[in-house]
Nanobody, 126 residues
Framework: QVQLVESGGGLVQAGGSLRLTCAASGRTFSNYAMGWFRQAPGKEREGIVCIGSSDGSTRYTDSVKGRFTISRDNAKNTVYLQMNGLTPEDTAVYYC???????????????????WGQGTQATVYS
């Protein structure tokens, strides 16, 4: 059974940082691309960053480029999201997900992902 567990969310002042962690179990982690998504109140869930399986290639949505960094540690079955320069617009529930394993690169479309964590709340106040 595949399980993804996010942690690291919290309350932070604008300009601050958070580091989210996603611990995965139940499959060979290194074979799958991983993505981080977020859903703000009243908005649809959106893909913000992903990292490929074998080559570690990454993709970022424009709104987080230069501020967020994704990384993975395959030995620990863990993916991280370092978030710097946070703004109130970053307030959302953040989810990690693992894709369907069709390729080594990654995308930001929800349909590409098969398993999801329960989410962790990040709230940024001004």
């Amino acid at each position: 059974q595949v399980q993804l567990v996010e942690s690291g969310g919290g309350l932070v002042q604008a300009g601050g940082s958070l580091r989210l962690t996603c611990a995965a179990s139940g499959r060979t982690f290194s074979n799958y691309a991983m993505g981080w998504f977020r859903q703000a109140p009243g908005k649809e869930r959106e893909g913000i960053v992903c990292i490929g399986s074998s080559d570690g290639s990454t993709r970022y949505t424009d709104s987080v480029k230069g501020r967020f960094t994704i990384s993975r540690d395959n030995a620990k079955n863990t993916v991280y999201l370092q978030m710097n320069g946070l703004t109130p617009e970053d307030t959302a529930v953040y989810y990690c997900a693992t894709d369907r394993g069709f390729g080594s690169t990654c995308g930001l479309d929800l349909y590409e992902y098969e398993y999801w964590g329960q989410g962790t709340q990040a709230t940024v106040y001004s």
